[in-house]
């Protein structure tokens, strides 16, 4: 079973920074791994997919890259709306399971 | 527009059983994978299982194989989740995911619904 970890787990930051966000897997995953954005209340959000695809919508501030094992979540010049909880996803092999996620905060 | 309901959730003992329905709309059901995903209070999300969307495959989490069972009927463009043997450790917000092959080969989760609140507990 492969196991994501993330890392940091906490990001202090303030708007107008670069957060980078690393994922990293136990086994490779090729290119099959997405990023998610989570916000208080609500349901994640997807927002790359295969590694360093923005999905529909998602602003071009967000840049994922990566593939085998490490992959890499940059968010360029953060919007007050950013701020929130990152999750990465593998879908290379079952079961699927997230990473344990990095929260992005104000400073 | 895309939309994912959930119904079902709510208070039920430890050991009992609950099942949990998502009804879709806007796009083709039958042509998608399913995935049921939950997150308890405070917790990280956690995928559950999915299923093919002829109802042909499906596969689960090793916490949950052999208690919850995720079926569909196309027909009526739901999706399902049977909890048995219900713990306190599955208490969580289910959410019902659409799964859309980008054309790579995997298949990533690209609309949620608002969740379903289910608590286990005596």
């Known amino acids: 079973e492969i196991v994501l970890t993330q890392s940091p787990a906490t990001l202090s930051l303030s708007p107008g920074d670069r957060a980078t966000l690393s994922c990293r897997a136990s086994q490779s995953v090729r290119s099959s791994l997405a990023w998610y954005q989570q916000k208080p209340g609500q349901a994640p959000r997807l927002l790359i997919y295969d590694a360093s695809n923005r999905a529909a919508g998602i602003p071009v501030r967000f840049s994922g890259s990566g593939s085998g094992t490490d992959f890499t979540l940059t968010i360029n010049s953060l919007e007050p709306e950013d701020f929130a909880v990152y999750y990465c996803?593998?879908?290379?092999?079952?079961?699927?399971?997230f990473g344990p996620g990095t929260k992005v905060e104000i400073k | 527009d895309v939309q994912l309901v959930e119904s079902g959730g709510g208070l039920v003992q430890p050991g009992g059983s609950l099942r949990l329905s998502c009804v879709a709309s806007?796009?083709?059901?039958?042509?998608?994978?399913m995935t049921w995903v939950r997150q308890a209070p405070g917790k990280v999300v956690e995928w559950v299982g999915n299923?093919?969307?002829?109802?042909?495959?499906?596969y689960y989490v090793d916490s949950v194989e052999g208690r919850f069972t995720i079926s569909r009927d196309n027909a009526k463009n739901s999706l399902y989740l049977q909890m048995d043997s219900l713990r306190a450790e599955d208490t969580a917000v289910y959410y019902c995911?659409?799964?859309?092959?980008?054309?790579?080969?995997?298949?990533?989760?690209?609309?949620w619904g608002q969740g379903t609140l289910v608590t286990v507990s005596s």
């Open positions: 299923i093919k969307g002829d109802g042909s495959a499906k």
């Open positions: 806007g796009f083709a059901f039958d042509n998608y994978w």
């Open positions: 995911v659409r799964d859309t092959n980008y054309g790579s080969g995997s298949y990533y989760g690209d609309c």
């Open positions: 996803h593998q879908r290379s092999s079952w079961p699927l399971p």
